[in-house]
Structures are given as structure tokens and as C-alpha cells.
């Protein structure tokens, strides 16, 4: 069945979930609206928006040292009660986002804060590579659009495949844990630092030897 915007946008609306994840209830229901409502609350994607207004202003500063110190990662992650800082779920997702930054190489926490600059300048590079691949004039800024999407789920840590389940966005890891301890979550701020960062050096594959150091 085809899952109309328009229906996916008022999903969205009542639950406050994620738009993939709106769509994804919407089509595992057939388009019921009232079925796709309770998929979320059953998943706790529903749940977890619900208590997305709510103030963190507690949590944990996690660092993560990559083997022979070659990356190094500082991450804050906010809950609502120092009581839920100190939950063993809450602790293990601070440790997994952390390891995610040094793996994935996140350049910021959300969309929102990719500035309009920079989303202007990827905008100017992705239109001219559709347009030296030949690709119509017309269809152009549709492929830029689609294009910048990709760029979002490249280097914004919320949209990223999560690194030990790429079928779970962080976002929707963060989502579960939600569920799972009752509290709001948020990502606040990180810093990732990388041995020779900016010098001329060969290139590894940081994702896979992170993952093997942890022995996933």
C-alpha cells in the first residue's frame, strides 16, 4: 500500500514520533491510523516523544579512547534525574553514542544545526555533480534534495545507522532507552579529536577497528 505524505505528516503530528518512523507504522498497518498509533506506543516511540518537552539537565560526560590513543571522544548526554544518570541502560547508551562519534564521524548532533551556509555550499557542490553527470536540468534540485538527505544521515549523529545495529538510527536507539527507563534523553554536545586530524596521512577504517576493539 502507498503511504501518502500528507498521512504520515498527520501520524507525526498526533504522536510527535519521527517521520520514518510514522511511515514505517503507517505501512506495517496498511494505513490505519488508529493501528499505526498503537504500533508506536508498543515500540515506545510514541511514549518517548510524549516526554521529549521535558527538561535534562542532568547526565554523564563519556569518553571513549580509541586503542593507542589515535581518537579520542567527549560526549554529553542529558536526563532528566541524576537518580536515571546512574541507571546501568542509561550509562550503556552514553558508552554506545560515544563509541558511535569515534566510529561514524558525526560532524554535528542534529539537522538543525547544520548552518545555512554550509547547507548552501553541499547544495552548490551536490547540484553541480548532478549536472556533470549528465542528469536534466529539471530534475536537478530533486536530486539535490534526495542528495541532502543522505548528507544528514552521513554527518548528523541522530540520523546515523547505529553502529552495532544499522537497522536503528541513534535517534531511534535513544528512543528505546526512553521507553525503557521513563525519562527524556538528549544529546547535548561532543568533541571527537583524531590523531594527525588535517595532515596528510593514510586512510583507515576507523568504523571497522572501533567495532573490533570492542569485539562486536
Given amino acids: 500500500m502507498s503511504i501518502s505524505a500528507s498521512l504520515v505528516k498527520e501520524l507525526r503530528e498526533k504522536t510527535g514520533a519521527g517521520m520514518m518512523d510514522c511511515k514505517k507504522a503507517l505501512t506495517e498497518t496498511n494505513g490505519d491510523m488508529e493501528k499505526a498509533i498503537e504500533f508506536l506506543r508498543e515500540k515506545g ?33 542529558n536526563c532528566e534525574t541524576d537518580f536515571v544518570a546512574k541507571n546501568e541502560a542509561f550509562r550503556t547508551l552514553v558508552k554506545d553514542i560515544a563509541m558511535q562519534i569515534a566510529a561514524a564521524k558525526p560532524e554535528f548532533v542534529r539537522r538543525e544545526e547544520v548552518s545555512q ?21 529539471n530534475i536537478v534540485d530533486k536530486m539535490v ?32 532507552t526512553i521507553a525503557k527507563i521513563g525519562e527524556n534523553i538528549s544529546v547535548r554536545r561532543f568533541v571527537r579529536f583524531e590523531m594527525g586530524e588535517g595532515l596528510e596521512k593514510r586512510q583507515d577504517d576507523f568504523a571497522a577497528e572501533v567495532l573490533a576493539q570492542a569485539k562486536l
Fill in 45 to 77: 516511540l510514541a511514549a518517548a516523544a510524549k516526554k521529549s518537552g521535558r527538561i535534562t539537565a542532568e547526565g554523564l560526560v563519556e569518553s571513549y579512547i580509541h586503542a593507542g590513543g589515535r581518537i579520542g571522544v567527549l560526549v554529553e548526554v
Fill in 145 to 176: 534534495e534526495g542528495r541532502i538527505e543522505k548528507y544528514y544521515k552521513e554527518f548528523c549523529l541522530l540520523e546515523q545507522p547505529f553502529v552495532k545495529n544499522p537497522d536503528l538510527t541513534v535517534q531511534q536507539l535513544v528512543n528505546e
Fill in 117 to 137: 551556509e554550509t547547507l548552501e555550499k553541499e547544495k552548490e557542490i551536490l547540484r553541480a555533480q548532478a549536472l556533470n553527470e549528465g542528469k536534466p536540468a
